[in-house]
């Protein structure tokens, strides 16, 4: 079965600080995707990121990286210098390639930070 | 812009009446559509597969004959919530795969509908 376990239920951080949102993953299957969602208070999903099972690099884009290490099935990421509005609701979600589109999603890690 | 358009984004009802919410495909064919469930503070759960043309896939637990599902065309696909009951309060949200990329691509979702049963 598929599992997607978000640790952090809520981080709090102060304006600019550093916060990683952990994210760990099960499958057996060794074909899939991997996605981090953030939902803000209004409630529409803003798609971030999706990574492919074969593609480790990670990325960065802007104040945002994204670290894929398959060895741990761990999806972390990272937000640099916190900004008010970075504060949501981030789901990390799985995909398998032949569910055509299904998305398992992590508990949610809810993100505040203060100014 | 928005690729998949969710109506009504609210609506308030009263228990024992039915609610329907819309799910369009902008600028594509959607021969697939996913709809999600969420509770307050809670995460999502995929309640069914519709699918245009045939009959939607629920997931286990969901009820078929509380949740119709109707996909009649490329473009739309119809949630109904039948005889609604204040535990069916929550947030509902559907996604589309936008053709000619992979079979994985649930980039974009709907806004989300914020059903209320009173």
């Known amino acids: 079965a598929q599992k997607v376990t978000q640790a952090q239920t809520e981080i709090s951080v102060v304006e600019k600080e550093d916060v990683t949102l952990d994210c760990v993953y099960e499958?057996?299957?060794?074909?899939?995707?991997l996605f981090w969602y953030k939902q803000p208070p209004s409630g529409e999903l803003v798609f971030l990121i999706r990574r492919n099972s074969f593609d480790e690099q990670n990325e960065i884009s802007g104040r945002y990286s994204w670290n894929f290490q398959k060895s741990t099935s761990s999806f972390n990421f990272t937000i640099t210098a916190s900004q008010v509005v970075d504060s949501a609701v981030y789901f990390c979600a799985l995909s398998l390639y032949n569910q055509g589109g299904k998305l398992i999603f992590g508990q949610g890690t809810e993100l505040s930070v203060k100014p | 812009g928005a690729v998949v358009s969710q109506h009504p984004s609210r609506v308030i009802c009263k228990s024992g009446t039915s609610v329907k919410i819309e799910c369009r495909s902008l600028?594509?064919?959607?021969?697939?559509m996913f709809w999600y469930r969420q509770f307050p503070k809670k995460s999502l759960m995929l309640m069914a597969t519709s699918n245009e043309g045939s009959k939607a896939t629920y997931e286990q637990g969901v009820e078929k004959d509380k949740f119709l599902i109707n996909h009649a065309s490329l473009t739309l696909s119809t949630l109904t919530v039948t005889s609604a009951h204040p535990e069916d309060s929550s947030f509902y949200i559907c996604?589309?795969?936008?053709?000619?990329?992979?079979?994985?691509?649930?980039?974009?979702f709907g806004n989300g509908t914020r059903l209320t049963v009173t």
């Open positions: 996604s589309a795969p936008i053709p000619g990329q992979d079979r994985t691509s649930p980039l974009h």
């Open positions: 499958t057996r299957d060794t074909t899939y995707y």
């Open positions: 600028d594509f064919q959607a021969t697939t």
